[in-house]
């Protein structure tokens, strides 16, 4: 990860923990003044986002897929999942260049079984209609992802 990735990653936590802050506060004089119990429920709703991605944080020193797929176990594909949060759809020539940049190498070989793996479980789609596949994470996936950070985002099932 670059040191300017890792700054907007600080600026964003930072903010986070402002506004969570902020909840607490609120949470502290509703309970003061006795105002109920669903303004507790409604702050504990709000902080829950935030407490997972705390925690994730405090456990992993970083926030990552972990939090959405803990089903996804090996580090390779977690960097991979990682690597597609960043630039949102690749091919397996700009994943694997974008992995052997972050962590120093990657085979192009092991990056498409992985690849491959991951499409299985749901967790990556593939466009085929382009000269090579291109790989984005699942609907799903980023719907999880949204959800974590309190973005509730409405699919056409629901």
């Known amino acids: 990860m670059g040191e300017k990735e890792l700054e907007e990653q ?5 903010r986070r923990i402002a506004e969570m802050e902020s909840l607490m506060k609120r949470l502290a004089g509703a309970l003061l003044d006795n105002r ?7 702050a504990a709703y709000s902080l829950a986002p935030y407490m997972r991605i705390l925690d994730s944080y405090m ?12 089903q996804v176990k090996d580090p390779i594909s ?14 397996i020539s700009r994943i694997t260049g974008e992995l052997k940049r972050r962590r120093g190498k990657a085979s192009r070989r092991i ?14 789609e593939v466009d085929k209609s382009a000269r090579d596949k291109r790989y984005s994470l699942s609907d799903e996936v980023v719907r ?13 099932e629901d």
Do not use: C, H, Y
Not at 36 to 42: A, D
């Open 59 to 70: 456990s992993n020193g970083s926030v990552g897929p972990e939090i959405v797929l803990p």
């Open 36 to 42: 109920g119990t669903r303004q507790l429920q409604s």
């Open 144 to 156: 999880k992802w949204l959800k974590v950070l309190g973005i509730d985002i409405k699919s056409d």
């Open 78 to 91: 977690r960097e991979i999942i990682s690597v597609l949060f960043s630039i949102k759809e690749g091919n």
């Open 10 to 14: 600080i600026v964003e936590l930072s």
């Open 111 to 124: 990056v498409a079984k992985k690849l491959t793996e991951l499409e299985e479980m749901g967790v990556l």
